[in-house]
Each structure stands twice: as C-alpha cells, then as structure tokens.
C-alpha cells in the first residue's frame, strides 16, 4: 500500500545506552530525587532513626549499580554486540 502509515514514519534514533556507566548515569538524577524525596518521609513522618536510613541509601546505590550493570547487559544482547 502506497499511504501506509507505517511506511511514512521516520526510524527511530533512540540510542541505547551500552556501557553501564551510560545507564547509570542517565538514571542518575531521577534516583537521587527519588531517594531524597523517600528518606525526607521516612524521617520526618515515620520517625526513622538515622542509622537505618543510612542503611537504606547505601542499599539503594548498590542495587541501582547492580541494575546499571544488569540494564547494559541487557542493552547489549539486545543490540547484538
């Protein structure tokens, strides 16, 4: 069909990021909101000793590294490199 919508749209020019420090560090910003944002109500709403949220940051960065290292990989054998 020559007016197929499909046809018509342009390729997607996404990049995907492939090393892990690209992950990461495009989800950088949003995490440590994100985390602020968490540990402010658990502080001042829930009452939450500040040794236990030290324990809940450190945590959360270690696993939001994990997932960097887990998101590349997945980027990669997506892509095919």
Not at 34 to 58: A, G, S
Request: hydrophobic residues 50%; positive net charge; glycine residues 4%.
């Amino acid at each position: 069909m020559v007016n197929d919508p499909r046809e018509m749209r342009p390729p997607t020019t996404r990049v995907i990021p492939r090393t892990t420090w690209q992950v990461y560090k495009s989800r950088f910003i949003p995490i440590q909101i994100l985390l602020l944002i968490v540990c402010l109500v658990l502080y001042f709403y829930f009452h939450t000793p500040k040794e236990k949220l030290l324990v809940y940051i450190i945590g959360v960065e270690f696993f939001a590294i994990v997932s960097a290292f887990m998101g590349a990989r997945v980027a990669r054998k997506i892509s095919g490199t």
